[in-house]
């Protein structure tokens, strides 16, 4: 096999690990969840939640382990996996067939890691014990989980469609 190869069969090995790690930390969020009366991180997971459920849950127990450790360390590990790893292998495949489109097609695992990192951080911010934060702050959360559902999904099928692009070159 060619540097080429080994370097794809890696990218191919580095993806794969970091879906497994986004796997795990997603079963272990939802054991610390359980028990409760709150949806496995739903601040991160969907969009069909209101300012009352999420005070309830700056309030609650479920708080604490949610913000460490789940989005600290680990959903910040999840988060550079997966766009490194997509980010890599996009610019690697792309750039064989097309340099330009290459660096801006990684720009879309940036765009994730970004809104991703600042959910996050906002989201650690407001789940602050006794934090008066203003009502629209839940519809900047909404936002950035909107970019972060778009451009995690653009960036998978940009891998998909770079990684065919390798084989039907190779």
Known sequence: MDRGT???FSLVFLI???FA???????????RFAGSSFASRFPEKTL??????FRRLA??????????????????IV???LSGSMGAAIWYWLSQAAPAWATLAAFIPLTYLLSD?????????????DRAWPAVMIGVLKTLTAIKFVSIVVSMALTLCAFSLWLFRA
């Open 16 to 18: 794969i690990a970091a």
């Open 21 to 31: 790690i986004f796997w795990l930390v997603g079963k272990y969020a939802d054991r």
């Open 48 to 53: 069909c939640y209101g300012v009352d459920e």
């Open 59 to 76: 309030s609650s127990d479920v708080r604490k382990a949610y913000v460490v450790p789940v989005l600290f360390p680990l959903d910040l």
């Open 79 to 81: 988060m550079l996996a």
């Open 117 to 129: 990192f600042i959910e996050d951080c906002l989201l650690a911010w407001l789940l602050q014990p």
């Open 6 to 8: 080994w370097i794809s």
